[in-house]
């Protein structure tokens, strides 16, 4: 064998690095009766989030654990990386918060629960504009703006 030959077959012997990236874990604590915070894990599924979904008797602790301010409060709570997140966050919205995780941002919510928003899809009927809202150091600020799942 060629000194040629032993080196391609040496390289060809090393192992190749994965080509897919390992799926973003995201971490949700719900109540066992919302069956809107079933549909918004399915959403991140669906977007490729690996999901470990937490059913829990009180999501309270958890959001004193991560943070989240009282007044943007919803349904669930979820933590991705380090960040909060609470309500029906879209994957977009997750995907921007991972790609540049801007300073002083602690974790991402979207208040209350518009129609439309992932998980919160009512057949028939339009789906509302609203903010994904950021919050951390300082006042919370618009992040995003979405109608349903699909930014405005």
Known sequence: MTPRRILLAALAALPVPAIAQ?????????????????????????????????????????????????????CHAGEVEGFALEGHVPAAAIRRLLAERPAGVRGLAVPEMPVGSPGMEVPGQAADTYDVIAFGEGPHRPFMRFTGAIPA
């Open 22 to 74: 390992r799926a973003t874990r995201v971490a949700v604590w719900r109540d066992p009766n919302c069956g809107c915070c079933s549909g918004w894990v399915a959403h991140l599924r669906a977007e490729g989030f690996a999901v470990d979904d937490q059913v829990v008797r009180s999501v309270a602790p958890v959001r004193r654990r991560l943070g989240t301010p009282a007044d943007l409060l919803s």
